[in-house]
């Protein structure tokens, strides 16, 4: 059902510095910020031949994200990305095989301006999953 891994996504605490840390240090291409007030977050995204990293950070007083960075002030990988054809289909099929679907279970406008949702990670070996529409 899943596809291609769309993306990683590590929480910073300092996203100019990470930013500069994928540039110099690994020679990536990264992109400038993006503020996304209605998810909470600024993001910068590393472009690999296979696949994307996004930089979080976090944006405002209710970001989603902020309690993960006071857990983990230095960083963390916070979730991977796989694509789906069907999201709501894959939904059903997850929610049918006992899988927990975060939030009221609609999918959401994501980063990309595709639909995305969020699994729990409890029921997936303590990683965060959010599943995109292709
Ligand atoms: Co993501």
Redesign the pocket.
């Known amino acids: 059902m899943i596809g291609r891994l769309n993306?990683i996504?590590i929480v910073v605490p300092d996203l100019a510095a990470a930013a500069t840390l994928y540039r110099e240090t690994l020679g990536a291409t990264v992109s400038a910020p993006h503020e996304l007030e209605e998810h909470g977050v600024t993001t910068v995204f590393v472009d690999l031949p296979n696949t994307k990293i996004?930089l979080l950070h976090p944006l405002g007083g209710q970001s989603p994200i902020a309690s993960f960075l006071e857990r983990n002030p230095s960083g963390g990988v916070h979730?991977v990305?796989y694509e789906v054809d069907d999201i709501r289909a894959a939904r059903d099929r997850l929610k049918a095989r006992g899988a927990r679907v975060l939030g009221d279970g609609e999918p959401k406008l994501?980063?990309h301006g595709k639909p995305v949702l969020f699994l729990h990670p409890k029921d997936f070996l303590g990683t965060l999953i959010?599943l995109e529409e292709r």
């Open positions: 993306h996504a996004e979730h990305c994501g980063a959010e």
